[in-house]
C-alpha cells in the first residue's frame, strides 16, 4: 500500500515535470533546435503542426518551422532532446497547396518530386505559401544561374 502511494507521487511528479518542459519548449522561437548547413540562413521562424496519417484518424505533431533560403524545416517538440526534424529542399518541391485539418482551413501541403506529401497547419497559411514559393523561385533561379556561369565558364 505505501509502495503504491510513494510510486504515484513519483508518477505524478514526473508528469508535472513533463508538462513543465514542454511549456517552456513552446515559448518563443527556439533557431538553435535547427540543424543548418554551411551558408544557410533562416529567413523566417514559426510555430505550426505536422499532420501525419496514421491508421485511425490524423496523428499531430506540434513544433517550429525554420523557412531558410535552401529548404523547409520543421522541428517536432520532444520532453527528451529536440524531436524530428523534417528538411524539405525548395528543389524538391513540386506544389504547395492549401489544405484543411479536419473541417479548419489552415493547412497547406507540400508535395515532393519522390511523391511524397507534408501536411502543414500554420495561422496566416497564405504568408507562408507565399513565402515557400518566393524562396523556391529564387533557389530555382540561383540553381540556373549557377548552371549558366558553369556553361560559360566552360
Known sequence: MLFA??????????????????????????????????????????????????????????????????????????????GEQISIPYSEIVSVKKSFVKIWPVAFTIKTISDESYKFAILKRQIYIDLIESLAKKSSNNVQETSDNSAMLS
Open 5 to 82: 502511494a510513494v510510486l504515484g507521487k513519483i508518477i505524478g511528479f514526473g508528469i508535472i515535470i513533463a508538462i513543465g518542459v514542454m511549456a517552456f519548449k513552446t515559448r518563443g522561437s527556439h533557431p538553435e533546435i535547427f540543424e543548418l548547413s554551411e551558408g544557410e540562413e533562416i529567413v523566417k521562424l514559426a510555430k505550426g503542426d505536422w499532420w501525419q496519417d496514421v491508421l485511425i484518424g490524423n496523428g499531430r505533431n506540434t513544433g517550429e518551422f525554420a523557412f531558410t533560403n535552401n529548404r523547409v524545416l520543421f522541428r517536432t517538440y520532444s520532453i527528451f532532446g529536440k
